[in-house]
């Protein structure tokens, strides 16, 4: 294998796989929420929602550098055709992608502990919602700071939730050879 | 929903997947450019007749169909929350007087509906619906591997573009594995119920199967790819080269005109 193909066929297909998953849940799902609840939880806040749980997993799965913003710019082509932002979720997805490249960038900031999961999804669950708010919908007053806080808080949430189902899976042992199989061992 | 190519013997599906990507790359630039619901309302006419042309008509109106709600929804939550009464938008341009329409307050919560914030709220929807019906068209009748294929061609890096080919093809079957797994998790018991909190208590139940589904397709997926000797090389060759005929210069053509048009009404504005 030569040096410039960074990622092995296996973490193409886990991030190509769940990076779709991901992509449809937040196609099934968000707009149906937001009808729901008569739009008290609008469509990016709920896809702030989900955006970090898959981000935190996918990251557990293939850990390596640069694993999400990969994720991210599958998730953001695919998201062109399916998602309410369309091609504008080229610029959004793969830079939360590498929201949680740089937090998990450190060797201590695992995707598997509770507190960097957490952190990585506030800052992307935030970073996502301000970003739609502001730059999709231009909405210039303090909306996006309110909503981008509404944002953070459901990315924490998703964040650990992403952070307990890999924990999950790994107790599960479905994949023994993968970083979070490795570390159940 | 189909949610796939379409083998059809068409003109569009004739074109090269470029020409394809260059017009829905129009088609997203011009919905933004565009600054009048009326503009959006021809754009999505054209996109029809292209439809129509493909011979996918019927599954692009069930794919509309199921685009209709949330683009209903956006517009009704931007019309009734619209910050300064819908006066501030970029590319967007409002006709007549910024009338108030509907005023209703309880306590701190108010809704207003100004004659600037329903024409934005209907723009936004439009506007949704203009950057999804070409996406329609584009995944009706273009096949994957030809996406994957023109990806490469931009010089996109090969993972990527494989990727993004495969989790294209991959939507209708993840869509498939999660109604088979609802399907299965209902047979042993399952109250998968319409009422949406219900729903949400008994995700976990539909989650870890389903991930336990993924990973064993992506196993599989991987192995398949390594028996071809994914990543042997830093230069893939391709067996299938996509010809850029006169068609397609007509095409790309007529898609640059449009996003001049779509510029030249926005200064107009």
Redesign the interface.
């Known amino acids: 294998m030569t040096r410039s193909v960074h990622f092995s066929a296996r973490d193409v297909a886990l991030i190509t796989i769940f990076s779709a998953l991901v992509t449809v849940l937040v196609a099934l799902t968000a707009p149906a929420v937001t009808v729901a609840t008569a739009g008290i939880v609008p469509i990016p806040v709920w896809a702030s929602f989900i955006w970090p749980m898959g981000g935190v997993f996918i990251r557990a799965l293939v850990g390596r550098p640069f694993t999400n913003a990969f994720s991210g710019v599958v998730e953001g082509i695919v998201g062109s055709f399916i998602l309410p932002i369309g091609i504008f979720g080229l610029v959004a997805l793969p830079a939360q992608g590498l929201i949680f490249d740089a937090v998990f960038g450190s060797r201590r900031a695992k995707p598997t502990r509770l507190l960097p999961a957490v952190v990585a999804g506030a800052l992307a669950g935030a970073f996502f919602v301000f970003i739609i708010v502001y730059v999709f919908f231009q909405i210039r007053n303090p909306f996006p700071l309110a909503a981008s806080l509404l944002g953070g808080v459901a990315g924490a949430v998703s964040g650990a939730l992403g952070c307990l189902l890999a924990r999950h899976i790994a107790r599960l042992g479905i994949m023994p050879d993968s970083p979070i199989g490795r570390e159940a061992v | 929903m189909q949610a796939g190519y379409l083998p059809r013997s068409s003109f569009i599906h004739r074109l090269n997947p470029l020409t394809k990507i260059v017009w829905?790359?129009v088609a997203?630039a011009v919905?933004f450019l565009v600054p009048r619901p009326s503009l959006l309302v021809v754009m999505l006419v054209i996109v029809a007749a292209l439809a129509a042309l493909a011979r996918i008509g019927r599954p692009w109106l069930v794919f509309m169909r199921a685009a209709l709600?949330?683009a209903l929804?956006?517009s009704?939550?931007?019309i009734?929350?619209s910050?300064?009464h819908g006066e501030?938008?970029?590319?967007a341009s409002y006709s007549g007087e910024n009338r108030l329409l509907f005023h209703q307050a309880w306590g701190p919560l108010q809704l207003t509906v100004t004659a600037f914030g329903l024409q934005k709220g209907l723009l936004?929807g439009l506007r949704?619906l203009g950057?999804?019906a070409p996406?329609g068209v584009?995944?009706y009748a273009t096949r994957p591997e030809d996406f994957a294929a023109a990806?490469s061609r931009l010089r996109i890096p090969h993972?990527?573009a494989?990727?993004?080919g495969?989790?294209?093809r991959?939507?209708p079957v993840?869509?498939e594995d999660?109604v088979t797994v609802i399907a299965a998790q209902r047979a042993r018991g399952l109250q998968w119920d319409r009422r949406?909190i219900s729903r949400a208590r008994v995700l976990p139940v539909v989650?870890?199967p389903?991930?336990?589904c993924?990973?064993r397709?992506?196993?599989d997926?991987?192995a398949a790819?390594?028996t071809r000797a994914?990543?042997?090389?830093?230069h893939r060759t391709s067996c299938y080269a996509p010809q850029f005929r006169v068609a397609d210069a007509c095409a790309v053509g007529v898609s640059l005109a449009v996003l001049l048009a779509g510029i030249v009404s926005r200064m107009g504005t």
């Open positions: 829905l790359c997203g919905s709600l949330p929804a956006i009704v939550i931007n009734l929350m910050p300064y501030r938008m970029l590319f936004l949704w950057l999804v996406a584009f995944i990806l993972s990527v494989f990727a993004a495969a989790a294209l991959l939507i993840l869509i999660i949406l989650i870890v389903l991930i336990g993924s990973i397709r992506a196993t997926m991987a790819m390594e994914y990543g042997a090389t830093a």
